[in-house]
């Protein structure tokens, strides 16, 4: 039997009269990294915010190995589904290391000398030792990011949710970043990432979900999607985004 870790099942989320989600259904297995792709209103950040129980849904459900997440304890289940923002969401008032290791000291109960130990491993595994005591005011945008990554790695997750992790960087900033997302894809963390990178999507991930209008339009291996897409709307969108 597959290790499915999350499946989703007709997923439907509403903002007023504004349907968002409008019955999404997909699994997710224990290794895959999925991108999804779609254009801007499609409902992909709403459905990580479901995913991490900063959104409630309408109507479906979210399974967690096989268990309804709206029965498990907040805490326990967003220490196993971690979290990257678009915009960091670091605290201000904290040092990159203290960033890592506070969730750690105050939701897994580990002693601060473990949880020194646990988060060191991960900013050196992202580049982040030479800034462990600077404040989120002193670095750059992808410093910020890759300390967000190593923060969410060090709850050791059995997934990660990325919300457009690059898209609220400089350019030449955006690259350092996808090294690190390259990096983690190809180390069996399970994946799921919002993305407008097409390289990203069509280079690391086993997956591709292409949403449109609240709804998963195509769910294939981003070597389908990227060369003979199954849905008109799929390749339109590729088309655009490929030649901007």
């Keep these: 039997m597959e290790d499915i870790i999350l499946s989703v099942n007709d997923l439907f989320k509403t903002f007023g009269a504004n349907g968002v989600l409008k019955g999404i259904d997909f699994k997710v297995k224990k290794g895959e990294v999925i991108s999804v792709i779609g254009p801007s209103g499609s409902g992909k950040s709403t459905l990580l915010r479901c ?103 060090s709850m050791d997750p059995e997934i990660i949710l990325f919300d457009e992790p690059t898209s609220a960087l400089d350019p030449e900033m955006v690259g350092e970043v996808l090294s690190v997302m390259n990096d983690l894809s190809t180390s069996g963390l399970t994946m799921i990432v919002v993305t407008h990178e097409m390289s990203f999507a069509r280079d690391a991930s086993s997956r591709v979900l292409f949403m449109e209008n609240g709804v998963i339009a195509e769910d294939n291996p981003p070597s389908v999607i990227f060369t003979e897409p199954e849905h008109q709307r799929t390749r339109e969108f590729l088309t655009r985004i490929l030649n901007n």
């Design 51 to 153: 995913i991490n129980m900063l959104e409630k849904a309408d109507g479906g459900e979210i399974l967690y190995h096989g268990v309804d997440i709206n029965t498990l304890p907040r805490s326990a289940y967003c220490a196993k589904v971690g979290m990257v923002f678009q915009q960091f969401n670091l605290f201000e008032n904290m040092s990159v290391l203290r960033n890592c290791t506070v969730g750690q000291i105050k939701a897994l109960k580990k002693s601060k000398a473990e949880a020194t130990e646990n988060a060191m491993k991960y900013l050196d595994r992202v580049g982040m030792l030479p800034y462990i005591y600077a404040k989120p005011s002193q670095l750059s945008g992808g410093q910020k990011q890759r300390g967000a990554i190593a923060r969410a790695l």
